[in-house]
């Protein structure tokens, strides 16, 4: 984290607005339906870990008017090793976006 604070701070410090970002969970290429990270949870990090980090991530940015925002999950897609697919607006926790 000392590493990632000091990259916000150099970026903001610049003025460059920042949108915190979750590429991955798993560290590893990008992007297919088996690699574990279509979703913004997976068997190794669970959605309530997803969103306790995202919170804390705000909170820890909250008073740098330049960090403005957070996009929850790069490319959401199938995850065919959880068996869901990513929908909008069906009122399911588990994979409504």
């Known amino acids: ?42 068997k190794e990090y669970k959605d309530d870990k997803f969103f306790e980090v995202l919170r804390g991530l705000t909170s820890r940015y909250l008073e740098n008017s330049l960090v403005v925002g957070n996009d929850l999950r790069n490319e959401l897609r199938p995850d065919e090793t959880i068996g869901l697919m990513p929908v909008w607006g069906s009122g399911i926790e588990m994979n409504d976006w």
């Open 1 to 42: 984290m000392t590493v990632f604070d000091k990259v916000i701070q150099s970026l903001t410090d610049n003025g460059l607005m920042v949108i915190l970002n979750n590429h991955v969970s798993n560290a590893g290429k990008c992007c297919s339906t088996t690699d574990s990270n279509g979703m913004w949870y997976n």
